[in-house]
């Protein structure tokens, strides 16, 4: 752990951090002082997590504490005080949940009380906290109305004493969606979340934002704008990883910050799963009931990957063939799987000015994408394992360079990198991990990847294994029976 009291900002060896304050804010005043009774935990604090999850919504995280003064009873801790934590890597801002510069969290559970074996008068437990807001989100219910650009009525939500009572900076992606949303007395979050599914980019295709919480403020934004800039160029990466065969730490602090302890690849082809769920094909059958018409619109994903910003690119413009399905014809169809557009029906109604000059979005053109986006999000899933790097958030695009797994010739030579799997990713959550026992901050990063770096070779003409036919005469299995038993009776004979 990085000294404070010498220089905070310098990272002596990678995994260094700095602990500033761990505090516990009573619920209870003291009335002398005009102020909560407050309790410094630093010191009996062995182990910090922290995550952020672009799906999840909020911030939350746990404390492992040692406890040989019963804090728990004394202070006490009941659910109902406040934490102030505040920790960074050297030289970086950091997470600063404070009273004066930040927001203390909330403590809202206590699990795992147990005595230590080796002292009988000192125990562990750990403490549960999240962000103010979901304490909101817990016991207020929105039943209103909301008309014109969705994101005006996310802010609403977000700071309304009857939302989600927030003070933190909002930072969202401008839509073109001017449609009238009735939300029948939902949490704030699944508002926002009901909201957002169908709230159309200003600058891009796709359709359907998310709403998180990061440690820099709430953001409200397509997954397209995490892979992009303004609309119109490809994301920069805010860090690059890489992954040595023989991992090991070094002297040289700069090249283990950038290498990866250990990695886990999850789902990287799950191609009956993707085509029955419509990432890859479907079908939506609309109803206007106003005009009574009936239309359908078909998705091929392979045709629209082009028309969306992916976690690759081409010279910073859009990439128009790294999709992670090849083009390829499947059996004697003579189409790819993107052209069975039936393996995935769905029923939508597309009728018009339900809520007079309001538009409402039109489901033959957002659902489908909507689907495919998100279920791309599933398929290439990376884990990293990584030291702590408060730089970085969820929401923000990493390299990861991983080698081919391969014997090399010669000691010599040296490693390729994966031609498909190395290359660019999109940090989905980000889980921080102190250990103060051990002097060293590490980071879970859930990644996700929906291009393959450089792409596959399409194969439309490929061979077809010939498949011996049957005879196609019908067999009656009363006749085969009665064949077998008689076959049975001559061997007794």
Known sequence: MADISDNPNIISQAGDYNLNTVKILSYRKNEEEGRMYEMDIKQITTNIELTEDIFSGFIHGSLLVYDSQDVRSVLPITGLEKLELSFNTPGLPGVNAVRDEGHPYHI???????????????????????????????FNRISQAFSGP???????????????????????????????????????FDAIKLMGNNATSGSYNNTGYVFYEATNGFFFRSIESMLALGGSIARPAAFKYNYQIT???????????????????????????????????????????????????????????????????EDGFKAKRKSVLPIAHFEDTEKDLAQQHMAKLMVGSSTSKIHDHYENADPATT??????????????????????????????????????????????????????????????????????????????????????????????????????????????IYELDKEQIKNDLLEGI
């Open 367 to 476: 659902v489908q994408n909507r689907l495919s986006q998100r279920l791309q999000m599933r398929n290439v899933n990376l884990s990293l394992q990584v030291y702590g790097n408060t730089m970085l958030h969820a929401g923000d695009i990493i390299t990861f360079d991983m080698p081919l797994m391969r014997p090399l010739s010669d000691s010599k030579a040296k490693s390729q990198s994966n031609p498909y799997w190395s290359g660019r990713y999109l940090i989905m959550a980000i889980k921080h991990n102190i250990s103060v026992v051990d002097e060293r901050h590490e980071m879970s990063l859930k990644c996700m990847k929906d291009a393959v770096r450089s792409e596959f070779d399409p194969q439309l003409n490929q061979t077809i294994i010939s498949e011996k036919e049957y005879n196609t005469k019908l067999m009656n």
């Open 247 to 313: 991992n090991t730490s070094s002297n040289d602090v700069e090249n283990d910050l950038l290498n990866v302890i250990r990695y886990e690849f999850k789902r990287p082809a799950n191609v009956l799963f993707n085509l029955n769920e419509g990432m890859i094909a479907s079908r939506m059958i609309t109803h206007d009931t106003f005009n009574k018409t009936i239309s359908e619109t078909n998705f091929d994903y392979l045709d629209s990957y082009g028309k969306f910003f992916h976690t690759e690119h």
């Open 108 to 138: 809202y559970k206590i699990e795992g009380a147990q005595q230590d074996k080796t002292n009988p008068r000192a125990q562990y437990y750990q403490i549960y906290f999240c962000s103010k807001e979901m304490y909101f989100n817990s």
């Open 150 to 188: 969705v994101e005006e009525g996310v802010q609403k939500i977000l700071h309304s004493k009857d939302g989600l009572n927030s003070k933190k900076r909002f930072i969202f992606e401008p839509t073109k969606t001017n449609t009238k949303y009735v939300i029948p007395n939902l949490k704030p």
